[in-house]
């Protein structure tokens, strides 16, 4: 508090001096932090029929058809049944791309629509938006773990061996690919730019994981590969996690992602920070 004196030297009512850069409400904008997660999270849940149903109509679309046409022939792998080894990655590279949909879609079309600036005129620092935006993806991620998941107990009988290791690679697989979103987001300036990143990046990323093969089966130049997709980690850690059998160990899995998600992260921030690409 600071005193300001008259023109007679009187005291005047004392009144709050604030340093530059300090906000009013403190380090943390809680309640607008709070406010485009929430946003964020209505966003996806108004339309649950497109962002929860229909992912669980795919999943189940690439199971029966695999089930169907490679089950009877394709045997065991990893010393457990084809349905059983396919059930992880498709939950996961559901799981993945409904995340990176979510943050991709909601700063995409607010920029192309040109109200993004009623997002980034409240008082919300780069990281606030980063986390905000990161919440929907996430939980639209998990929402769509669990549905599936709830799915599959009930008609395959497929269970979690390890339910802590599943989330923490369920959670890490939203994030990253929310960050990735995000980015992807603030680089495009129109719907045909985020398709590109769709269909180039994402679906490769997310097809050529594991999803439907031990990489150990590959010749050893492709399998040096996919250890470089940090897509491959999230499949196989959720793999280890869901029937114990896995290529890689599910640690390093960890390590791997959320150093990928952190740099992620730090760079979304610094987009932010400086305003790169947001003008619609």
């Keep these: 508090m600071a005193t300001i004196t008259g023109k007679a030297g009187e005291a005047v009512s004392p009144v709050s001096v604030t340093g530059i ?28 029929v497109q962002t929860i149903a229909a992912p669980l109509v795919t999943a189940g679309l690439f199971l029966a058809v695999f089930s169907l046409a490679l089950g009877p022939m394709r045997g065991e792998v990893m010393g457990v049944g084809f349905v059983e080894f396919l059930a992880p990655g498709i939950l996961m590279m559901t799981v993945v791309q409904n995340a990176f949909a979510n943050t991709s879609s909601s700063i995409v079309i607010a920029k192309v629509q040109g109200n993004i600036v009623d997002t980034l005129m409240p008082p919300l620092s780069p ?7 990161l919440a929907g993806g996430v939980l639209r991620g998990l929402a769509v773990a669990l549905v599936l998941w709830a799915v599959m107990a009930l008609a395959l009988g497929i269970g979690i061996a390890r339910p802590g290791l ?4 369920v959670l ?17 300036t129109k719907f045909d730019h985020m398709a590109a990143v769709t269909n180039f990046v994402v679906t490769p990323l997310a097809f050529l994981s594991g999803t439907f093969y031990s990489i150990s089966a590959l010749p050893p130049a492709m399998e040096t590969a996919s250890r470089f997709n940090p897509v491959f980690y999230l499949i196989d850690g959720l793999r280890f996690a ?28 610094h987009w932010f920070r400086i ?5 619609p």
């Design 21 to 48: 850069g300090v906000r009013r409400f403190g380090r943390v904008n809680w309640l607008g932090l709070y406010t485009l997660s929430e946003r964020e999270t209505r966003r996806f849940l108004s339309v649950w």
């Design 127 to 133: 990281l606030e938006l980063v986390i905000g935006y």
């Design 166 to 169: 599943a989330l923490a690679f």
């Design 172 to 188: 890490l697989g939203a994030g990253f690919l929310g960050v990735l979103g995000i980015l992807a987001a603030i680089l495009s």
């Design 242 to 269: 869901m029937i114990g059998r896995s290529d890689a160990a599910p640690m390093l899995g960890l390590a791997v992602v959320s150093a990928f998600t952190l740099a992620g992260a730090a760079l979304a921030w």
């Design 275 to 279: 305003g790169y690409r947001m003008k």
